[in-house]
Nanobody
């Protein structure tokens, strides 16, 4: 299984970004039966959960992500997406997708004026 994350970049406070993680090497039944998530790691801080989507579509969010971020999955494309709105400078971090104990390479999100 390999994870390829994309969509990071620089944005001003209040802006939006959409991250996408494509998962290859997984058959559909395994993809849909397992949870996948987005985590982030800011400089000098530990990696933390941002959002997770589990089998059946149930979603979980960190408190800071509620009402601003939305995680979704596209089973046909084997992708998991993270829509981030109303971004704040404290959202600056490297964002990682995670599936079956495999981490993507990370994509940098910078929120700055």
């Amino acid at each position: 299984v390999q994870l390829q994350a994309s969509g990071g970049g620089s944005v001003q406070p209040g802006g939006s970004l959409r991250l996408s993680c494509r998962i290859s090497g997984s058959i559909l039944s395994v993809f849909t039966a397992n949870s996948m998530g987005w985590y982030r790691q800011a400089p000098g801080k530990e990696r933390e959960l941002v959002a997770r989507i589990i089998s059946g579509g149930t979603t979980e969010y960190a408190e800071f992500a509620k009402d601003r971020f939305a995680i979704s999955r596209d089973n046909a494309k084997r992708t998991v997406n993270l829509q981030m709105n109303s971004l704040k400078p404290e959202d600056t971090a490297v964002y990682y997708c995670h599936f079956l104990n495999v981490w993507g390479q990370g994509t940098l999100v910078t929120v700055s004026s």
